[in-house]
């Protein structure tokens, strides 16, 4: 037997037509798309935040504030335009009274910031609006550093970033036709601090270079150039005259046998064609972590023809070794001395360091470990190769050294092989 609901005046029509609807509702929204998030419990705004103060920092501001006491206070928004007019928002938890509002450029004008208390069931506050003034993006003081001059095959580019902001240097040269476009290599994503690096490729003909650094919000400096910059002349080191040498006595020679001996490197077999050409240190390492040769035997050490003003080498991972094998940072040095040795901190009979400090990176463009390193990253490092470039007025050189620094995967950095060494510079006449 059904059940009878007998209405007994208006407001309990008024009680019974709600929970009807209310069923309705829950009707009609079980048979479309779920919802995800809580429903709306209540419909009470939360209080505003008060005491609204900030700082300005290069390209941002950082805002504080006090919370409201709302118990069910999920967030605060910041509502605000960048410099090109683009709408942006910003959230910081309620376990926070701070928020960084960035992406800025100039430093003008004042700016306007709206900030909303959010609840749990996204009741929104009455907005507060202040003005802020933030410093100028740290674009501009980047682009007032950068030292620009004449390379091997192009131009270096020097500068200074000292809060490791994320920037683009942008690089442009002309074409046949007068047109700009993109320099070879010419888009430089960098956050480190102290930048040297080149744009490569060109003839010894004199053009120009247009430069000007850039942020992620688009925020972009005015373009300063670089006239009729005539790059010097680069040339592959010939190979020909290259020879086993070990002046250095407190360096042994330690090649896996004969056939794996220093020679090798430069024997222009690397990658998927050179099978196992490579030289390779002993079984287990343990002996040295470095090795020397001769970058030209035919040199005359006393009037310094045949030395080698060197811009880059090219250095080749074994074949199916990839980064494992290979040193994860590599130190680079030179001399003109056949007395050279480890021994000399100074004078003309020490090694000269060509790398960084602690050596030259050689990662895996993907950014992953040599333990993940992907079937492209193995390609790079083993066909392709990994350029370690020697910064603007490095001096001559004829012997060489390079050293395993540091290994990937944390193994010994006496254990270790390398496909092949290729140098470019110029050689003296």
Known sequence: ???????????????????????????????????????????????????????????????????????????????????????MEATASAFTNQMLIDGYGNSDSLRTVILNAVDLNQNVSKPIVIKVKPKKSPIYDIMNSIEAGVDFGGIYLKWKNPLGHKIIVVVNTEDK?????????????????DVVTNIRGYDTIPRNFYIQVQDRWGNVTKIDTLKQAKPIFEQMIPKTFQAKWNGDLTIPYQEYNGSFGVQMVWNNKYGSTAGGDCFSTKAGGGISSSITYDLNSQANNSTGKGWVIPSRVLIHSRNGYGYSALGKYVRVWGSTSPDVSTLNTEGPNAWVLLSPPQGFLIAPPSGATNLTATADDK???????????????????????????????????????????????????
């Open 1 to 87: 037997m059904g059940t009878i609901i007998t209405l007994k005046n208006n407001n309990d029509m008024k009680k019974n037509n709600f929970i009807l609807i209310a069923f309705l509702a829950v009707l009609f929204f079980s048979c479309n798309e779920a919802y995800i998030g809580q429903y709306p419990v209540e419909f009470v705004a939360p209080d505003s935040v008060s005491t609204v103060t900030y700082d300005s920092l290069p390209g941002a501001v950082k805002i504080t504030y006090k919370l409201p006491s709302d118990k069910d206070l999920l967030y605060v928004k910041a509502t605000y335009f960048l410099d090109n007019g683009k709408k």
């Open 177 to 193: 036709a007068g047109k700009q476009l993109q320099a070879n290599g010419g888009k430089i994503y960098s956050q480190a601090k």
């Open 379 to 429: 390609a790079a490092i083993e066909n392709k190769g990994f350029d370690l470039v020697f910064p603007p007025g490095t001096k001559p050189i004829r012997y060489v050294r390079i050293e395993m620094a540091e290994m990937w995967g944390g193994i010994t950095n006496t254990s270790f092989t390398i496909a092949e060494l290729t140098w470019y510079g110029k050689v003296l006449n």
